[in-house]
């Protein structure tokens, strides 16, 4: 990911049928910490997100509350919107699959299809699940319901179809070819399992009910959602306006990495029909498919019928928006699944945010307001390449971007807590308190140099934690234009300037009076 100039980076578009859960949340923040910190790197990045709306559990949902589709899913829209911009989000574009320029995509895509002779009349037959929007071979069927454990129905009906099994070979090349094209790697061995098993046609149609994008010359079919929702990454960049700047700079443009980041629940539909839709319809394809895992809470699948949903805006409520931010990439590995633990949560917030990195920023601008008067005081800067050197800067970013390309956001949050716990060891060993009766220019490059692990760890925490880390930035007067990664290695802290007296950035949570 780092050897690219433009990342293009997209969440799925959540399906409108119930409000946004812990893994919508968890999706939407591995991406906005991924454009973060490529931004920070000095990167051109186009983030996106949306909403999935047509379909037939729109259709039903939104009969069962006595309103029209479109109402319904304004309504439910509204809440993911609401979702990022609580969570603090900065999504560049925020698509719907019922806008004009969706629906302008998604016909664009048909027409490129039917010219090159991949869509087809005819009939299908099949075991349906109205939930998962889904058919399923009878091999696939557990005890008699979907692999979901949800019912499924027998329907048989008019259908369009894409031609997929054209493409199996194509797509084995495909995943040989790009071997990151599928991440991480278990994830690739699943979807290559299934591909050689052997494809069948796509059903892309609909008769069965009405509620979406009308078939181009045939208004009795319904485009269904492998087109329609799968469509939403190249309209949300101009598409199908080839020269449109955003499509050049980032779908085709060589010099761009193109991510869709997913759960592994609707792997198959990203990993395998969206490519070879693609392919058939001669356009560019995306650099990679990257999976995450699910959340599990205490232990135990999330479901509706065991009532254990997670509320991802009750929490950040409760604990603080960059507080449940930090502890979702701190707990999961990315691929893996995460437990979810309220336990887990305070004891993550008070021993690595509050006790480690809080409690080095409140110690040491003390500190400095107690012995000078909060002036960052002068030091030859010379001595802080021998005994008091500080981290290696550019290792440090060589380090985050090679855990980035993997999106070992655990491992850059443990990079960033050994920074904090070697500073903090520094004040223990340097002893600056007795320094100052005894060596004042000593004591003054000991405060400066735990000033500039501030400082590293301020601009390092910006995409994971951005309002903590603005607190802290503001509190050493760090310039706005100075916080980039780029200045992690140039810019050092400014001697002779005041900073305002500490307020403490990080609280710590009483694991007693908390409902666990």
């Not at 996106?48 to 939104?62: P, S």
């Not at 911009?85 to 900065?90: A, E, G, L, P, V």
């Not at 999504?91 to 806008?99: L, Q």
């Not at 609707?266 to 693609?278: S, T």
Request: hydrophobic share 40%; with cysteine; net charge neutral.
């Amino acid at each position: 990911m780092k050897q690219f100039d433009n990342l293009y980076i997209t969440t799925p578009i959540y399906y409108v049928n119930d409000k946004p859960h812990i893994g919508h949340a968890y999706t939407s923040l591995l991406c906005d910490v991924t454009a973060r910190f490529m931004k920070l790197a000095g990167k051109s990045v186009k983030f996106t997100t949306g909403t999935d709306e047509h379909g037939q559990k729109i259709e039903k949902a939104a009969k069962a509350k006595g309103i029209q589709p479109k109402e319904f899913t304004d309504r439910v829209s509204t809440s993911f919107r609401e979702l990022a911009k609580f969570m603090n989000f900065q999504y560049d574009d925020f698509i719907r699959t019922t806008e004009e320029r969706h629906e302008k995509a998604v016909t664009a895509l048909w027409n490129r299809l039917e010219e090159r002779g991949q869509i087809y009349l005819d009939s299908y037959s099949g075991w349906y699940v109205v939930r998962d929007e889904a058919f399923y071979q009878e091999s696939e069927l557990i005890d008699g319901k979907a692999p979901t454990g949800a019912e499924v129905e027998w329907v048989k009906e008019e259908s369009y179809f894409f031609r997929l099994s054209n493409w199996q070979d194509k797509l084995l090349e495909l995943y040989t070819n790009q071997p990151n094209f599928v991440f991480p790697e278990s994830r690739k061995n699943e979807v290559i399992s299934f591909v050689k098993s052997g494809l069948t046609d796509l059903s892309i149609s609909r008769t069965s009910f009405s509620w979406g994008i009308k078939v181009p010359g045939n208004d009795k079919h319904v485009i269904y959602v492998w087109i329609d929702a799968l469509t939403n990454y190249v309209t949300s960049i101009g598409f199908p306006n080839a020269e449109d700047k955003e499509y050049k700079q980032f779908w085709i443009n060589n010099d761009s990495f193109n991510v869709h980041v997913i759960g592994k629940d609707i792997l198959r539909f990203h990993a395998v029909y969206w490519p070879a839709i693609l392919l058939a319809a001669d356009l560019p394809l995306p650099k990679q498919v990257a999976v995450h895992g699910w959340w599990l809470n205490e232990g135990e699948k999330i479901s509706k019928s065991f009532g254990n949903a997670i509320d991802p805006i009750g929490l950040a409520t409760e604990f603080g928006v960059d507080q449940l931010r930090y502890f979702l990439l701190r707990e999961a590995s990315f691929g893996q699944d995460g437990n979810f633990s309220k336990k887990n949560m305070v004891s993550c917030i008070n021993s690595e945010l509050a006790n480690n990195i809080g409690n080095l920023v409140q110690r040491t601008v003390s500190f400095l307001h107690k012995q000078c008067s909060g002036v960052v005081p002068i030091v030859d800067k010379n001595l802080l390449k021998n005994e008091e050197s500080l981290p290696d800067c550019n290792a440090i970013i060589d380090q985050v971007m090679n855990h980035l390309t993997k999106y070992e956001f655990n491992y850059i949050i443990l990079l960033i807590i050994n920074i904090s716990s070697e500073a903090n060891a520094y004040i223990d060993k340097s002893a600056p308190w007795t320094l100052s009766k005894t060596d004042k220019e000593r004591m003054n490059l000991v405060i400066y140099k735990l000033l500039e692990y501030i400082r590293i760890i301020g601009i390092l925490l910006q995409p994971i934690v951005p309002k903590s880390a603005e607190m802290i930035l503001n509190q050493l007067q760090i310039p706005k234009e100075k916080r980039d990664l780029k200045s992690l290695c140039s810019a050092c802290l400014s001697s002779g300037i005041i900073l305002p007296k500490p307020t403490p950035v990080f609280l710590r949570f009483d694991a007693e009076i908390v409902d666990l």
